[in-house]
C-alpha cells in the first residue's frame, strides 16, 4: 500500500540533567508529529514540556504502547497519512524497547520510518568498554532464579571465548549489586567485566577491569542504572 505516514523514532535523554545530548532536530521532528504513542504518557508529556515550553500537549493524540487496541491505533494513523511520534522511556526506540513492534508494523505498510540520533545505553557502554564492537549481543535481562543466572553467566561467556563476542546485558537496579556479586563468582579470574553506571549523568561512572580485579575493589550500584559487558 501507499502512504504518506511518516514515524519519527524519537530519543529521550538517559538522565534529565543530560539534555545536551539530544540534538536539536529531534525538537523540530516532535513539532512535526500530530500523534504520539508511547511507553509512558506521563513521563513524556514531563519531557516535552521541558524541552518546548510553548507546546499544547492535547492538541496531539497520544497513545500508550501497553493498550490493547495500540496496534490498531497505530494501523489507523497509518492508513490517516499522519506523522507519528514513537518515544520510549529512556533512549533509543525499537533498542531494547517495546516500540520494535510498532515499528514492525510500519514497516509492512511501507510507511517512512525516519530514526533519530540520541543516547543509547547499550551503544554508549560498548564503546566505552575497550571490548570488541564487530561483535557484540544485548542480552535484556538475565534470569532471575540464582542457579538459572550462573548458568547463564557461564554460557555467555563460553560463547564470548568461542565467538570473541562481548557480551551486554542489564539488571533491575535494586538487583545490580547482587548480580555483580554473582558474576565475579561465576566468571572467569581474566575474563573482563565492564560495569557501566548512570550513562550521562553528573555520576557516571564507566570501567573495565578483569574479574581478579573487580573482587578486591567496592561499586555501590544499589538502585543506579547499570549495563554490564563482558569478553573473555
Excluded at 517495546?98 to 530514526?115: D, F, N, R
Aim: glycine share 4%.
Amino acid at each position: 500500500m501507499s502512504t504518506d505516514a511518516r514515524i519519527y523514532l524519537i530519543p529521550t535523554w538517559l538522565d534529565d540533567s543530560a539534555r545536551e545530548s539530544l540534538p536539536e532536530y529531534v525538537l523540530e521532528a516532535i513539532r512535526e508529529c500530530q500523534v504520539f504513542f508511547v511507553e509512558d504518557e506521563r513521563t513524556t508529556r514531563r519531557y516535552f514540556k521541558a524541552i518546548r515550553k510553548e507546546m499544547v500537549i492535547d492538541d496531539h493524540e497520544w497513545f500508550r504502547m501497553d493498550q490493547a487496541d495500540t496496534e490498531t491505533r497505530f494501523r489507523e494513523a497509518i492508513r490517516a497519512g499522519k506523522t507519528i511520534g514513537i518515544v520510549s522511556e529512556a533512549g533509543c526506540p525499537g533498542v531494547a524497547d517495546p516500540g520494535q513492534a510498532l515499528v514492525a508494523i510500519a514497516q509492512s505498510l511501507s510507511a517512512v520510518v525516519k530514526p533519530l540520533v540520541g543516547p543509547s545505553s547499550i551503544l554508549l557502554a560498548l564503546m566505552a568498554s575497550g571490548m570488541n564492537g564487530q561483535s557484540f549481543a544485548f542480552h535484556g535481562y538475565l534470569p532471575i532464579d540464582a542457579a538459572a543466572r550462573n548458568q547463564t553467566i557461564r554460557a555467555l561467556e563460553q560463547d564470548s571465548i568461542k565467538q570473541q563476542r562481548t557480551q551486554l546485558f542489564i539488571e533491575t537496579p535494586y538487583r545490580n549489586n547482587s548480580m555483580l556479586q554473582a558474576l565475579v563468582q561465576q566468571l572467569q579470574p581474566s575474563t573482563r567485566l565492564c560495569i557501566a553506571v548512570d550513562l550521562t549523568a553528573p555520576t557516571e561512572s564507566i570501567q573495565t577491569r578483569t574479574v581478579a580485579e573487580w573482587k578486591n575493589g567496592t561499586l555501590d550500584l544499589h538502585k543506579r542504572p547499570a549495563l554490564f559487558l563482558i569478553q573473555a
